[in-house]
């Protein structure tokens, strides 16, 4: 054994009288936040594959560590840099050649001070041996004695243990955090009234609570917060540096704090001065400077001076995004807000707003340099939504401010194939064509009969009417689909992290053609034992009303720090068929659908430390047909499976409930897989294990689960309908083990599902690792116990 863990770990690479640092434990009350803790720790223990007692990170740093030499890099950089300067000096007179050649000289010579500075690729994918130091562990325990302090617990013991093993050394830490100290007073020291005064109005948002434990935290908060309510009422020079805190330990009685704010005066004055907004400059081509200044128009507007070359822009539409108001207190938020919401017009390249406080006067300038007005952009990248790759071309073309009242027109175009399963098998993989366009027109503001003052408060809100109407085609082995549409649709959102989208109406002519025989003869089946899917690939029209609610929170998608997402989906389908007459869509022979839906998604990223994270998903819905045919689009179905969702099932074969989709063939009664499976109802959810691998490579060990249903019985696939006392031991679940290549542009994720509880199966036999895979009449064909995805992206 202890050979192995020699090889396993990297305790071959010590030296005799060196012992490994194996592990680091903290032992800690549950009030204790341990993650925090950990997080200071001198010195970290050697990464280790989970379980097992592996790190092969010791074997690739001193694998590059004997492959390594720095001279021999010195002398490659000045090899480099010999030869391009010489190819620089050859090109004397032509700039264009010499630039472009020091650019190609810089990146080369930064690529080799990478590898001189932290090592080969092997050495920076590894990490040396990680040698038990005791006075680490001495550094340790004043660390977190420190932060147990900032914490209130003023009184609190921090002592180690340490288990001296074969070559290792496993240290724990015990943390006696004894009783905290809790705020018993707070109180101000201001000379200045107007300030105490305006403390006292908002004395309920104070991060500073009595009977609050003690944490230092909160100061540097209840800091932030005063500097910016200061800065929102017209404070402009005030600065954090006045806010000052007295912490008393001994004011009145046994582990109570006092705290005392104390707010000093500005260097000229006892008192801070109140500034008023004296006027407002607002250049909207802050970008020429060929032109002298003086040349500029000068318009006022609301208050607001503009100042152009040329006349462009609706200064009624942009005032509405200028918060920063004439005779009006300074605000902090409202420069900011005015920033933001310019932005948010996708007119302007930058945004630059100071202040000139010259002679006791406080004059905001307010500089803006347009974007170009018109804008080419391609796109060619891999798509992969049902398991397979496939290429995509997109193309478009933006034309800004096109009625001269900061409207957005775009002309969309795309084509891709992608590689998918059809509908009627499994077995084999199949190119389905898609092509799109579409035209849109962006209005900066909600184009609906409102009030003025209404238009104006709703600024801040970064409101938008978005005119859409499109066309696509697709093109796959069971059928070849037209879809043309008309949309309506309002956005909005309250702060940086909430949106909201609101699609007045959403219309759409359907026209379908099915090119499968196998297909045709499944639906046709289907309908004959009262299953009428087959209603949803007749030319259609489908109207809708939608309304979507997003919450971000902490950048989700783009943050790998503790993040979360929420989206709450609503849509009314036909809802305007209950108020007309649809003899018109009769007589066209056009089939119209009722329904409401309604789709629920949260997901989540924990990180547990620097190199490993928790994310888990859940994500439900139900969609309730009402119309006579008692059908949906079949768009508007739920699906479960595939690489986005449980992926230890193919796309769309799992379900619905415990249905088992029997086949009659020579050799018997199998299991057959090879149709989609639609369902009304949907509950899925997924939790997986992220952990760095090497280098750009992270690996991940996930659990899914999940399911559709119907809402009512269908005699077609027996076990289909949703039962409130059943419905969780038709729950599958699957897991598995997957790769992620992140190349910075783009997330390449191959997946390995593994089947594990399979509720197609007789309730019995459903666990499938305690019955085997190929329980009759799951045939080895059928069963397909491990299924591979392939995805852009992280799942979730």
């Given at each position: 054994?202890?050979?192995?863990?020699?090889?396993?770990?990297?305790?071959?690479?010590?030296?005799?009288?060196?012992?490994?640092?194996?592990?680091?434990?903290?032992?800690?009350?549950?009030?204790?936040?341990?993650?925090?803790?950990?997080?200071?720790?001198?010195?970290?223990?050697?990464?280790?594959?989970?379980?097992?007692?592996?790190?092969?990170?010791?074997?690739?740093?001193?694998?590059?560590?004997?492959?390594?030499?720095?001279?021999?890099?010195?002398?490659?950089?000045?090899?480099?840099?010999?030869?391009?300067?010489?190819?620089?000096?050859?090109?004397?007179?032509?700039?264009?050649?010499?630039?472009?050649?020091?650019?190609?000289?810089?990146?080369?010579?930064?690529?080799?001070?990478?590898?001189?500075?932290?090592?080969?690729?092997?050495?920076?994918?590894?990490?040396?041996?990680?040698?038990?130091?005791?006075?680490?562990?001495?550094?340790?325990?004043?660390?977190?004695?420190?932060?147990?302090?900032?914490?209130?617990?003023?009184?609190?013991?921090?002592?180690?243990?340490?288990?001296?093993?074969?070559?290792?050394?496993?240290?724990?830490?015990?943390?006696?955090?004894?009783?905290?100290?809790?705020?018993?007073?707070?109180?101000?020291?201001?000379?200045?009234?107007?300030?105490?005064?305006?403390?006292?109005?908002?004395?309920?948002?104070?991060?500073?609570?009595?009977?609050?434990?003690?944490?230092?935290?909160?100061?540097?908060?209840?800091?932030?917060?005063?500097?910016?309510?200061?800065?929102?009422?017209?404070?402009?020079?005030?600065?954090?540096?006045?806010?000052?805190?007295?912490?008393?330990?001994?004011?009145?009685?046994?582990?109570?704090?006092?705290?005392?704010?104390?707010?000093?005066?500005?260097?000229?004055?006892?008192?801070?001065?109140?500034?008023?907004?004296?006027?407002?400059?607002?250049?909207?081509?802050?970008?020429?400077?060929?032109?002298?200044?003086?040349l500029r128009t000068n318009e006022v507007h609301e208050g607001v001076n503009y100042r152009y070359f040329e006349k462009k822009y609706s200064k009624k539409v942009l005032g509405r995004r200028v918060f920063i108001k004439k005779d009006k207190l300074y605000s902090r938020s409202n420069t900011f807000g005015t920033q933001r919401q310019l932005a948010n017009l996708d007119i302007f390249r930058f945004i630059n707003i100071n202040y000139d406080s010259t002679g006791g006067r406080l004059v905001a300038n307010i500089f803006a340099s347009p974007l170009n007005r018109y804008q080419w952009s391609n796109e060619v990248g891999v798509n992969v939504t049902q398991g397979f790759p496939g290429p995509f071309y997109n193309v478009s073309f933006k034309k800004r401010n096109i009625?001269?009242?900061?409207?957005?027109?775009?002309?969309?175009?795309?084509?891709?194939?992608?590689?998918?399963?059809?509908?009627?098998?499994?077995?084999?993989?199949?190119?389905?064509?898609?092509?799109?366009?579409?035209?849109?027109?962006?209005?900066?503001?909600?184009?609906?009969?409102?009030?003025?003052?209404?238009?104006?408060?709703?600024?801040?809100?970064?409101?938008?009417?978005?005119?859409?109407?499109?066309?696509?085609?697709?093109?796959?082995?069971?059928?070849?689909?037209?879809?043309?549409?008309?949309?309506?649709?309002?956005?909005?959102?309250?702060?940086?992290?909430?949106?909201?989208?609101?699609?007045?109406?959403?219309?759409?002519?359907?026209?379908?053609?099915?090119?499968?025989?196998?297909?045709?003869?499944?639906?046709?089946?289907?309908?004959?034992?009262?299953?009428?899917?087959?209603?949803?690939?007749?030319?259609?029209?489908?109207?809708?009303?939608?309304?979507?609610?997003?919450?971000?929170?902490?950048?989700?998608?783009?943050?790998?720090?503790?993040?979360?997402?929420?989206?709450?989906?609503?849509?009314?389908?036909?809802?305007?068929?209950?108020?007309?007459?649809?003899?018109?869509?009769?007589?066209?022979?056009?089939?119209?659908?009722?329904?409401?839906?309604?789709?629920?998604?949260?997901?989540?990223?924990?990180?547990?430390?620097?190199?490993?994270?928790?994310?888990?998903?859940?994500?439900?819905?139900?969609?309730?047909?009402?119309?006579?045919?008692?059908?949906?689009?079949?768009?508007?179905?739920?699906?479960?499976?595939?690489?986005?969702?449980?992926?230890?099932?193919?796309?769309?074969?799992?379900?619905?409930?415990?249905?088992?989709?029997?086949?009659?063939?020579?050799?018997?009664?199998?299991?057959?897989?090879?149709?989609?499976?639609?369902?009304?109802?949907?509950?899925?959810?997924?939790?997986?294990?992220?952990?760095?691998?090497?280098?750009?490579?992270?690996?991940?060990?996930?659990?899914?689960?999940?399911?559709?249903?119907?809402?009512?019985?269908?005699?077609?696939?027996?076990?289909?309908?949703?039962?409130?006392?059943?419905?969780?031991?038709?729950?599958?679940?699957?897991?598995?083990?997957?790769?992620?290549?992140?190349?910075?542009?783009?997330?390449?994720?191959?997946?390995?599902?593994?089947?594990?509880?399979?509720?197609?199966?007789?309730?019995?036999?459903?666990?499938?690792?305690?019955?085997?895979?190929?329980?009759?009449?799951?045939?080895?064909?059928?069963?397909?116990?491990?299924?591979?995805?392939?995805?852009?992206?992280?799942?979730?």
């Amino acid at each position: 054994m202890i050979f192995l863990l020699s090889g396993c770990l990297g305790t071959k690479y010590l030296k005799e009288d060196q012992k490994l640092l194996y592990k680091q434990k903290i032992k800690a009350p549950q009030e204790i936040n341990r993650e925090e803790l950990a997080q200071l720790y001198v010195q970290q223990p050697n990464r280790q594959f989970p379980i097992i007692p592996f790190s092969p990170y010791v074997w690739f740093y001193y694998h590059g560590l004997e492959r390594y030499n720095s001279i021999d890099y010195v002398e490659k950089k000045d090899g480099i840099r010999k030869k391009w300067n010489t190819k620089i000096e050859n090109a004397a007179g032509h700039n264009k050649k010499i630039n472009r050649y020091r650019r190609r000289m810089n990146k080369k010579i930064a690529k080799v001070d990478k590898i001189v500075e932290e090592g080969n690729v092997w050495m920076r994918w590894g990490e040396p041996v990680s040698v038990y130091n005791p006075a680490n562990t001495s550094a340790n325990i004043d660390r977190f004695e420190l932060y147990l302090s900032s914490k209130g617990y003023f009184l609190a013991g921090v002592d180690s243990t340490v288990k001296v093993l074969p070559k290792r050394v496993v240290v724990t830490y015990n943390i006696k955090p004894r009783e905290p100290y809790t705020i018993d007073t707070v109180f101000f020291q201001v000379p200045d009234s107007a300030i105490l005064q305006l403390l006292a109005e908002h004395e309920a948002a104070s991060r500073l609570k009595k009977g609050d434990n003690y944490d230092q935290n909160n100061l540097t908060k209840e800091r932030e917060r005063i500097d910016l309510l200061l800065k929102d009422n017209g404070y402009f020079d005030f600065s954090r540096q006045y806010v000052e805190f007295d912490v008393d330990t001994a004011f009145n009685g046994s582990k109570k704090v006092a705290i005392q704010t104390r707010i000093s005066g500005s260097a000229a004055d006892r008192d801070h001065k109140v500034f008023t907004v004296d006027s407002v400059n607002f250049t909207t081509d802050a970008n020429i400077s060929a032109i002298p200044d003086s040349l500029r128009t000068n318009e006022v507007h609301e208050g607001v001076n503009y100042r152009y070359f040329e006349k462009k822009y609706s200064k009624k539409v942009l005032g509405r995004r200028v918060f920063i108001k004439k005779d009006k207190l300074y605000s902090r938020s409202n420069t900011f807000g005015t920033q933001r919401q310019l932005a948010n017009l996708d007119i302007f390249r930058f945004i630059n707003i100071n202040y000139d406080s010259t002679g006791g006067r406080l004059v905001a300038n307010i500089f803006a340099s347009p974007l170009n007005r018109y804008q080419w952009s391609n796109e060619v990248g891999v798509n992969v939504t049902q398991g397979f790759p496939g290429p995509f071309y997109n193309v478009s073309f933006k034309k800004r401010n096109i009625f001269q009242g900061l409207e957005i027109l775009e002309l969309n175009g795309r084509i891709g194939i992608e590689g998918v399963a059809p509908a009627t098998q499994i077995d084999d993989v199949y190119a389905s064509t898609e092509i799109g366009a579409n035209a849109a027109l962006t209005f900066p503001q909600f184009v609906f009969p409102i009030g003025k003052k209404l238009k104006e408060s709703l600024g801040s809100f970064n409101p938008k009417t978005r005119l859409l109407a499109g066309f696509s085609y697709t093109r796959r082995p069971e059928y070849v689909r037209e879809n043309f549409n008309l949309s309506n649709t309002y956005t909005w959102q309250n702060d940086k992290n909430t949106q909201f989208q609101f699609a007045l109406s959403d219309v759409s002519i359907i026209n379908s053609s099915i090119t499968d025989s196998r297909f045709q003869e499944r639906l046709d089946t289907l309908e004959q034992r009262g299953n009428r899917l087959i209603n949803s690939f007749l030319p259609s029209f489908v109207s809708s009303m939608l309304f979507s609610a997003t919450w971000n929170f902490n950048s989700y998608g783009l943050n790998f720090s503790n993040s979360s997402f929420f989206r709450l989906f609503l849509e009314s389908g036909g809802t305007t068929l209950n108020f007309v007459n649809t003899e018109f869509l009769e007589r066209e022979a056009l089939e119209f659908y009722k329904y409401l839906k309604i789709n629920v998604d949260y997901r989540k990223i924990n990180p547990l430390n620097q190199n490993t994270t928790l994310a888990y998903r859940i994500n439900a819905g139900i969609v309730h047909p009402y119309s006579e045919n008692r059908v949906l689009p079949y768009e508007k179905y739920f699906f479960a499976g595939g690489s986005n969702g449980i992926r230890a099932w193919r796309p769309r074969r799992l379900g619905p409930g415990s249905y088992t989709p029997l086949d009659s063939t020579e050799t018997g009664v199998l299991v057959n897989y090879d149709f989609e499976q639609q369902g009304e109802i949907l509950i899925e959810g997924s939790v997986e294990l992220r952990k760095n691998l090497i280098g750009f490579i992270d690996y991940a060990a996930f659990i899914d689960f999940g399911n559709v249903w119907m809402i009512r019985e269908d005699r077609s696939r027996p076990g289909a309908q949703f039962k409130a006392d059943s419905f969780f031991r038709e729950i599958a679940v699957g897991g598995g083990l997957g790769l992620r290549f992140d190349f910075s542009f783009l997330v390449l994720r191959l997946d390995a599902g593994l089947k594990l509880y399979d509720p197609a199966r007789p309730q019995s036999r459903r666990f499938i690792l305690s019955r085997g895979f190929y329980d009759p009449p799951f045939t080895v064909e059928a069963s397909e116990p491990i299924v591979f995805n392939i995805g852009i992206g992280y799942p979730f």
